[in-house]
């Protein structure tokens, strides 16, 4: 089965950036892959970005927005569909800031993909310089992009102190305490500057699964 990895974040936290770099690692350890872009956006900058990645071993594609919810969703799972019968190893999905975390696990149990894919991770990116306060949709949508996550990753972390970072760990666990979660985080963050990651890191993150809340 084709194992699909989810990477979650609000707009602007460093999914692409995070993305560039685990797709690479994913290529050049042999997978074949594809990147599915999800996005509400009339034009997807973040695709343009991910253009040098294709290759033989990666494959670039784009659910486009509009439309309503069935309407999106049908489109998603007619996309997954033409994935699924092309077998690759793993599928990156990079969603927009503002998708529901919960549309992908529904979908997924439905026929034909039921039987195609399996969810693989859900790494959930945050930025390290996270505003202290959000509004209620922003906190919301912070605490249902990080409440499955198998990790979180800290992103823009260079020159960022210790204490900063604990903050922002803080504000997360606050995030999901106001919805009425118990999910609370501590090693499953993880901090260091994503240029210094070595192929260990990487495999953390490739095996992280995910967590059902």
């Known amino acids: 089965m084709t194992e699909i990895d989810l990477i979650t974040g609000i707009l602007g936290s460093g999914k692409t950036t995070f993305i560039r770099k685990y797709a ?95 969810l693989g991770n859900v790494i959930a990116i945050v930025d390290a310089g996270l505003e202290a306060e959000l509004s209620e949709a922003s906190e919301f949508m912070l605490a249902s992009q990080i409440a499955d996550a198998g990790v979180v990753l800290l992103s823009k972390t260079k020159g960022v102190s210790e204490e900063r970072k604990a903050s922002v760990i803080s504000h997360m666990n606050n995030a999901i305490k106001h919805f009425k979660g118990k999910r609370q985080f501590g090693e499953e963050v993880i901090d260091k500057e994503w240029d210094s990651w070595q192929e260990e890191d990487f495999e953390r993150v490739s095996e992280c699964g995910y967590r059902l809340e």
């Not at 294709?54 to 999106?72: N, R």
Request: hydrophobic share 40%; glycine share 8%; with cysteine.
């Open 24 to 118: 690479r690692h994913l290529i050049d350890s042999g997978k074949k892959i594809a990147i599915l872009e999800n996005d509400f956006g009339a034009v997807n900058v973040d695709m343009m970005i991910l253009q040098d990645l294709k290759c033989d071993s990666c494959q670039l594609e784009m659910i486009s927005g509009g439309g309503d919810p069935d309407c999106h969703k049908r489109r998603f799972k007619t996309q997954l569909i033409a994935l699924g019968m092309q077998h690759f190893d793993r599928v990156i999905m990079e969603p927009s800031g503002i998708f529901d975390v919960d549309e992908l696990f529904d979908i997924l149990e439905e026929e034909p993909l039921d039987g195609w894919y399996e």
